[in-house]
């Protein structure tokens, strides 16, 4: 079969293929796939690839232009890359590299309740929280912010929404960063992207943002999902959302500005959505200032959000959220860039590691990670498509040596949204989830419906089977959908 | 010449716009873009609101005034909720864009719109001239 990618591509092993850097002039490093032959054929009928390519052109690239087996295309880069750069080599830092949606991330919710106990409760459960959580397009939230609240929310991030009683303590220490990245300035964000955060707080968002209810189907590391405390048959909660409208206009207005960096720090990028500057020019700090205050902000998000679902439960089962052992498990980011310390050579260097659509996983006896996981590595969270699994990994060593600590994301879509339309014309998807599988989905358009339908994604199982497979993240537990709010 | 249409991008939205000038190549690229928001088939009803877009922009590059021009309008839509749906542009050229767009007022959240697009974006955009006059593609980030 003919593919859209013409290029070369040689393949290391099972898992690993590689774009030479020669593919074209202007690389500063080859590309690596990750992929199995089945994924691999989708991809190449993408326009991915050569995304891939673009991105090794960025100055200060170390090692490779990286994708994950969820790579999909994107603008600028391509969804499913990490890219690091060496700040002492001319490394940049690219707000295409992170995305519109600045941490849009997944947290993973525990419970006591198995699905025996969960019961005949489902629907209203699933109703209860539809009503509770504000989602749709340019939704407005209940949890209200004055702009001192606003700047406190870019600094501290979810400490914040935990100082507010939206959660415990304990709560921060089972997010990256602790929910907080260091060295948010509030006045490098303009007021326009002030104004679009002020009243979302505390929404989920439109798209592929959800809220959803799952059981526990399959365990596969008895002693890492003992630690993370998971078992088979319980009830679990996943929230996926990011910084709405302000992570938005925060990139929107740096790529606009930094695409005038281009000649001013003479750079070469074949594509403008690659708009760059160096890392520790003004530019480039200014854009990093601004993109954690997005960061922080997406964090106090999904910490309001798992507070209006706690006070859900609480409704439905009559009991307070702790008794009902509704605890985080973790939440992760999975659009950011990152001054992380990373080996290079024989040689321990800071390097920023832009993750687009990619996740964070450190392996066992990683420092950042909470003592609980010290020695299982860091709990790595998968969403996959409505109808079918998410998965819970966990870090692994491959990852420090290969990926700059980073793996896969998601399911990545493999159909374009007018084409799910189409595939899904006259078709109910919400009835058709009921029917087949027993799924209730709440969501505010049909349209929504349409585009994220199951077979506009990949199969998640085989994603994660290749980021198992190549050691970057170990499979803990399987989770499988029973209610579903979306946007 | 058809105005433009919707193209496929696996994660995200495009669309391929004409013009027989650059002038009409920017109104139709505003349109397209509000179809994106909310299908072209969609009839906004209420009270016409009409809004003055001024952007001053030196640059010699119509792509960026381009990606401006759409992004202004994106960002009245989101905060002042005014769906547009007809742009008549004054004046562009190389210090910027001077523009009228008309529109309805609707509150998003109580309408069932469709798409919500987080930003426009610059990825391989290119305003190309040929004989029958301007094209390029735009993608939306969705």
Redesign the interface.
């Known amino acids: 079969m003919a593919h859209a990618w013409q290029g070369k591509l040689e393949k290391l092993d099972n898992f690993r293929w590689k774009i030479p850097q020669t593919y074209k002039s202007g690389m500063n490093v080859p590309g690596l796939i990750y992929a199995n032959e089945s994924l691999l054929s989708g991809i190449l009928n993408d326009k991915a690839p050569e995304q891939v390519a673009n991105v090794a052109f960025l100055p200060g690239i170390v090692k490779y232009s990286l994708a994950m087996p969820d790579i999909h295309w994107g603008y600028g880069f391509s969804i499913g890359g990490v890219a690091a750069t060496d700040p002492e080599n001319q490394g940049v830092v690219s707000p295409g590299g992170v995305g519109y949606d600045i941490n849009c991330g997944v947290r993973l919710v525990r419970s006591d309740l198995t699905l025996k106990e969960l019961g005949s409760k489902l629907e209203t459960l699933v109703n209860l929280l539809f009503n509770n959580i504000p989602s749709g397009v340019g939704s407005s939230g209940n949890i209200r912010a004055s702009v001192k609240d606003e700047e406190e929310i870019f600094v501290k991030g979810a400490e914040w929404a935990v100082k507010k009683g939206c959660g415990v303590k304990e709560d921060l220490e089972f997010i990256e960063d602790k929910g907080s990245m260091e060295g948010a300035d509030p006045s490098k964000v303009s007021k326009r992207a002030y104004e679009r955060g002020r009243d979302q707080s505390g929404t989920l968002g439109s798209g592929n943002h959800f809220l959803e209810i799952q059981v526990i189907d399959e365990i596969y590391d008895e002693k890492k999902a003992n630690a993370f405390n998971l078992f088979k048959g319980q009830i679990t909660m996943m929230i996926h959302s990011g910084s709405r409208g302000l992570g938005y206009q925060i990139c929107d207005d740096y790529v606009k500005s930094m695409i005038s960096c281009l000649s001013k720090y003479n750079i070469n990028v074949p594509d403008r959505q690659l708009a760059c500057a160096p890392i520790n020019s003004p530019e480039g700090k200014a854009y990093l200032a601004s993109m954690k205050c997005a960061a922080n902000y997406a964090w106090t998000n999904r910490q309001c959000l798992m507070y209006l679902a706690r006070d859900v439960f609480e409704k439905v089962f009559n009991k307070s959220w702790s008794s009902l052992g509704l605890r985080l498990v973790y939440d992760v980011a999975h659009n950011i860039a990152k001054m992380e310390k990373h080996k290079v050579g024989d040689k321990e260097k800071f390097l920023c590691v832009h993750r687009k659509g990619a996740t964070r996983a450190f392996p066992p006896g990683h420092p950042d990670l909470p003592d609980s996981y010290k020695d299982t590595g860091q709990p790595v969270i998968i969403p996959g498509d409505m109808g079918t699994f998410s998965y819970i990994l966990a870090g692994a060593a491959g990852s420090m040596e290969e990926t700059f600590g980073s793996t896969c994301h998601g399911a990545g879509r493999c159909l374009s949204r007018s084409n799910a339309i189409k595939a899904c014309h006259g078709r109910q998807i919400d009835k058709e989830l009921f029917n087949k599988s027993g799924i209730i989905v709440r969501a505010k358009t049909r349209g929504t419906l349409a585009e994220e339908a199951p077979e506009a994604y990949k199969n998640v199982s085989e994603i994660v089977n290749v980021v198992h497979g190549a050691g970057l993240s170990i499979k803990v537990a399987r989770m499988r959908p029973l209610g579903v709010i979306k946007g | 010449m058809k105005p433009f249409e919707?193209i496929?991008?696996?994660?995200?939205?495009g669309i391929k716009v004409w013009g027989n000038t650059l002038t009409e190549l920017f109104e139709n690229a505003a349109r397209g873009m509000f179809a994106v928001i909310a299908r072209e088939a969609y009839k906004p009803q209420g009270s016409k609101i009409e809004k003055n877009i001024e952007i001053y922009k030196n640059t010699d590059s119509f792509?960026?005034i381009l990606?401006?021009w759409l992004?202004e309008l994106l960002?009245v839509f989101?905060?002042e909720?005014i769906y547009f749906s007809d742009f008549k542009i004054l004046s562009l050229n190389n210090n910027g864009i001077e523009a009228q767009a008309n529109g309805v007022n609707l509150d998003?959240?109580q309408s069932?719109?469709?798409?919500?697009i987080?930003?426009?974006?610059?990825?391989?955009?290119k305003i190309e001239e040929d004989v029958n006059g301007f094209n390029c593609t735009i993608?939306f980030?969705?």
């Open positions: 919707l496929d991008h696996t994660a995200d939205v792509e960026e990606v401006n992004s960002y989101n905060r909720k998003l959240y069932n719109l469709y798409t919500e987080k930003a426009v974006t610059f990825h391989n955009l993608i980030d969705v």
